[in-house]
T-cell receptor, first 108, second 112 residues
Framework: GIQVEQSPPDLILQEGANSTLRCNFS?????LQWFHQNPWGQLINLFY???GTKQNGRLSATTVATERYSLLYISSSQTTDSGVYFC??????????FGTGTRLTVIP | DGGITQSPKYLFRKEGQNVTLSCEQN?????MYWYRQDPGQGLRLIYY???????QKGDIAEGYSVSREKKESFPLTVTSAQKNPTAFYLC???????????FGSGTRLTVV
């Protein structure tokens, strides 16, 4: 299956700071998604972004499919942004492969 | 409001028992999925179904079974053959393969 690597594994930010999370993948994909898992385990879909750039409020994402990476930007971070951010990709086998996530902690 | 409902939130199983986890969606999505998450890990696919009365094994299907008799429902049975069932189980749905997934809130299964 496709290999998905996320970096950094852990990130601690002061409230109000900006951050960039990275996702590298090993093969071409036709489905790439970013998720946020809150401390209670709920997974929220942030972006469906197999290519290009999207923005939603303080969050934005860019996928460069030809270079096999995606970036998630968080601006003006808030304590409610804390949790684990997952990147997941599907190369066409209808199997979404998840990375091991970036654990973000935003401190007031 | 449309969404996915998983029940129960917490489940305790004795050794040798089968248990069934419920997953219901009212999003009119064709595809449904079951994932397993172990502590500190990403999600791994157990089974998926793209249409009613059809389902396929994922990477870790051994010891699990599913059915898809209705579009809205995709229950997962954890059988006694699953040697290490303690985990967090997440159900998801989507309109199709190349579409965003919506997840339920999960079921935490513990073997006692």
């Amino acid at each position: 299956g496709i290999q998905v690597e996320q970096s950094p594994p852990d990130l601690i930010l002061q409230e109000g700071a900006n951050s960039t999370l990275r996702c590298n993948f090993s093969d071409s994909v036709n489905n790439l998604q970013w998720f946020h898992q809150n401390p209670w385990g709920q997974l929220i879909n942030l972006f469906y972004i197999p290519s290009g750039t999207k923005q939603n409020g303080r969050l934005s994402a860019t996928t460069v499919a030809t270079e096999r990476y995606s970036l998630l930007y968080i601006s003006s971070s808030q304590t409610t942004d804390s949790g684990v951010y997952f990147c997941a990709v599907d190369g066409g086998a209808n199997n979404l492969f998840f990375g091991t996530g970036t654990r973000l902690t935003v401190i007031p | 409001d449309g969404g996915i409902t998983q029940s129960p939130k917490y489940l305790f199983r004795k050794e040798g028992q089968n248990v069934t986890l419920s997953c219901e969606q009212n999003l009119n999505h064709d595809a449904m999925y079951w994932y397993r998450q172990d502590p500190g890990q990403g999600l791994r696919l157990i089974y998926y179904s793209q249409i009613v009365n059809d389902f396929q094994k994922g990477d870790i299907a051994e010891g699990y079974s599913v059915s898809r008799e209705k579009k809205e429902s995709f229950p997962l049975t954890v059988t006694s053959a699953q040697k290490n069932p303690t985990a967090f189980y997440l159900c998801a749905s989507s309109r199709g393969r190349n579409d965003g997934y919506t997840f339920g809130s999960g079921t935490r299964l513990t073997v006692v």
